[in-house]
């Protein structure tokens, strides 16, 4: 079937870094068959919703979107439905939502346009299989940002954390050879970008059958023009001495870590099955902030998983003050289907408002410990990478290798530059600064 040359697409994405480079490969593929991308979907013949499902509230957005986006769709256009969220209803999704004629789970994408063209012709569509050998890596992705890239490294996870419905979703984990990722690496520099992020769903358990994750960052950290080298999320069980010796070692390796933390409980990590205590999660803390001084640490926590007592629930307010983050995701449990969390004993399960008051609690923990650490920054300097205008005022984001948020002042023509800034102010959170004016060297008489 020859498909109308002049079609065109709309992606919005939901859920987590992923998805957004998941979107990127989608459109990329899609633009390479002859579709051509538009920002608004009133002008798409094909939209596109790239989904995720981690907690209830993920999907209800998705859920209340279709419909709102229903208004937006013209006389000839489909609606489809990828990701998480579609892996994880399948073919349930058609009958919710009516109007969606093309389901596809995060391993389908290469069947995309044939998808296309039978929902284009009136078919609907469902495609869910996993492919175990699938990376996309004859995918050109159309990259969103101009200044930092996401290059994915891994696929799937093979942990089983209880509540998780990311194993269901996104299948069993495999790593893409250290040789393309290099190359994507290469692409990306060549493109103009200094700054990449390594995707993972347990990105430091990376193995490609000849290399693991501490020679993967000195690979990467050796192609000429990375400025910065992120990764995220890694697991604090595969945080070995390798790994944080690369960190080290590597002088793109930037001086952050995402490291989730979930509970600073025990007894609730085992029910978690996070497969590390608390002391063992302190002592990675430790050893990552003995070998790089200074390191900003951020986190994601559960509260309200079942059974959570308020002895554990203070050990989480301990471990979060002991550590003292620089910023949390703070979530409340939400049950998934087929989880192993949803089959633990009914009267483990929190009720509503106690979960709700936790989380208020550990809100102003995290937020109160990270103010008094950016405090303390006050008068330092930073290399920051200029991202984009803020959202208000006529002043710059930066984002500093620490991974602090600086607003500047400047225009947009500074975009894509790396300065350096000292930081004046802060909201507890955020920073204002002030580019400091770097003393030129003088010429040297000979
Ligand atoms: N792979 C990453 C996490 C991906 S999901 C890792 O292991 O660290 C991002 C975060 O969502 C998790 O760290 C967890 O804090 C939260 N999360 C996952 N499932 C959840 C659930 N059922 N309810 C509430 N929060 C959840
Ligand atoms: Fe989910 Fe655990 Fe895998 Fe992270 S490690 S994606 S939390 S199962
Ligand atoms: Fe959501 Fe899937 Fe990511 S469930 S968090 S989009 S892996």
């Known amino acids: 079937m020859t498909l109308d040359p002049r079609a065109t697409v709309y992606v919005e994405t939901y859920g987590c870094q992923m998805n957004v480079s998941d979107s990127e490969l989608i459109l990329g593929k899609l633009a390479a068959e002859g579709y051509r991308p538009v920002d608004v979907p009133e002008e798409a013949d094909v939209i596109l919703l790239n989904t995720c499902a981690i907690r209830d509230h993920a999907e209800q957005r998705v859920i209340g979107r279709l419909g709102e986006l229903k208004r937006s769709m013209r006389a000839g256009s489909v609606m489809g439905v990828a990701g998480c969220m579609a892996q994880r209803l399948g073919p349930e999704l058609l009958t919710k939502a009516r109007h969606v004629s093309l389901v596809v789970g995060p391993d389908g994408y290469r069947a995309l346009p044939e998808l296309l063209a039978r929902a284009r012709g009136g078919e609907r569509a469902v495609q869910t299989s996993f492919d175990l050998e699938e990376h996309y890596e004859d995918f050109a992705p159309r990259r969103f940002d101009k200044v930092k890239a996401w290059i994915p490294v891994q696929r799937g996870c093979d942990y089983r954390c209880t509540y998780c419905i990311v194993p269901f979703t996104r299948g069993a984990e495999r790593s893409r050879a250290m040789a393309d990722v290099v190359r994507e690496a290469r692409q990306v520099v060549e493109e103009g970008i200094g700054e990449i992020t390594l995707l993972g769903q347990t990105v430091n358990s990376y193995n490609d059958g000849t290399h693991d994750f501490a020679e993967l960052l000195r690979a990467v950290g050796a192609v000429p023009g990375v400025r910065r080298l992120r990764f995220t999320s890694p697991h604090p069980n595969d945080f070995s001495d390798a790994v944080i010796e690369a960190m080290g070692d590597v002088g793109a390796v930037c001086e952050h870590v995402h490291l989730p933390m979930q509970s600073g409980s025990t007894a609730m990590l085992k029910r978690m099955l996070r497969r590390y205590s608390r002391e063992e999660y302190l002592e990675c803390v430790a050893r990552l902030r003995a070998r790089i001084p200074g390191i900003g640490l951020t986190t994601d926590v559960i509260v309200g998983f ?28 939400s049950p998934r289907d087929g989880t192993p969390a949803t089959r633990m004993p009914p009267e483990w399960t929190i009720p509503d408002e106690v979960a709700a008051e936790r989380l208020g609690r550990l809100i102003d923990v995290v937020r109160s410990g990270a103010r008094s650490r950016n405090l303390g920054l006050l008068g330092q300097r930073r290399e920051v990478l200029v991202e984009k205008p803020a959202r208000r005022g006529d002043l710059l984001q930066a984002r500093s290798r620490d991974y602090k948020t600086v607003l500047i002042p400047g225009d947009a023509s500074m975009v894509g530059s790396y300065l350096t800034v000292e930081l004046t102010g802060t909201t507890g959170s955020t920073f204002t600064g002030t580019v400091v004016q770097e003393r030129r060297s003088l010429p040297v008489a000979v």
């Open 306 to 333: 079942p059974g959570e007592t308020d002895d554990e629930f203070e050990e989480t307010l301990s471990a979060v003050r002991e550590i003292g983050f620089d910023d949390a995701f703070t979530f409340k449990f």
